[in-house]
């Protein structure tokens, strides 16, 4: 069965370092989404991204971060100087279409440790 | 910004009983709701959604309710099984804005 897969599992990194975490989404998806969840609390929604553009953000997503599908496969969130508080499991999402089968997919998380 | 909540953060439940997990939503133009399943150290998994023109809807031994007059979502399992145990996450959406937003979560323990 296809599955969102995401690397790495585990990303330790210093205050103030760059860090791209990859998703590879199912590969007949349309839509791709970040979420981050941080230990104990609910999912937040970070990013939409569809036709190659984003289609919505929320107010997390800030200038620090971005969004890149480089290639047609690997759909990437990039932080740009981390910080503690970026601390969190990110997640990953695809969906095939939103107006029929709205069936979100996620990936298993990149936990991300600021240090 | 949207809110989406939920009643009870945890929920213990003997094998076999029924399940009812509750979630209130604040945002009156949200047209799309969707329960996940989260087990311990995986992402959310996709239970089962209801549209706004909806008030009802049924899955294997899933049912969610929508109540728009009193903004409330509701999961209901049915004979309730150990791999039920998870934390269940209702979340509300704008299908045209492509936004979607997590409540808190309840954790539900099923007791063999």
């Known amino acids: 069965e296809p599955e969102v897969t995401q690397t790495p599992s585990h990303q330790v990194t210093q205050m103030g370092q760059e860090v791209i975490l990859r998703c590879v989404p199912i590969?007949?998806?349309?839509?791709f989404y970040w979420y981050r969840q941080i230990l104990g609390q609910k999912v937040e929604f970070l990013v939409s991204?569809?036709?190659?553009?984003?289609?919505?953000k929320s107010e997390i997503f800030d200038d620090q971060f971005s969004v890149e599908r480089p290639d047609g496969s690997n759909f990437t969130l990039k932080i740009r100087s981390t910080k503690l508080e970026d601390s969190a499991m990110y997640f990953c999402?695809?969906?095939?279409?939103?107006?029929?089968?709205?069936?979100?997919?996620f990936g298993p998380g990149t936990r991300l440790t600021v240090l | 910004g949207e809110s989406v909540g939920l009643h009870l953060p945890t929920l213990s439940v003997q094998e076999g009983d029924n399940s009812i997990i509750n979630c209130a939503y604040s945002n009156s133009a949200s047209d799309y709701f969707i329960w996940y399943k989260q087990e311990s150290g995986k992402g959310p998994q996709f239970i089962i959604d209801?549209?706004?023109?909806?008030d009802k809807r049924q899955g294997q031994r899933v049912t969610v309710l929508l109540n728009k007059t009193v903004k409330h979502l509701s999961l209901q399992i049915a004979a309730t099984q150990p791999g039920d145990s998870a934390v269940y996450f209702c979340?509300?959406?704008?299908?045209?804005?492509?936004?979607?937003?997590f409540g808190t979560g309840t954790s539900l323990t099923v007791i063999p």
């Open positions: 999402a695809s969906l095939f279409e939103a107006s029929g089968n709205n069936e979100q997919f």
């Open positions: 209801i549209r706004s023109n909806m």
């Open positions: 991204f569809y036709n190659n553009e984003i289609s919505e």
């Open positions: 590969s007949n998806h349309l839509y």
């Open positions: 979340a509300e959406a704008r299908l045209i804005g492509n936004q979607f937003y």
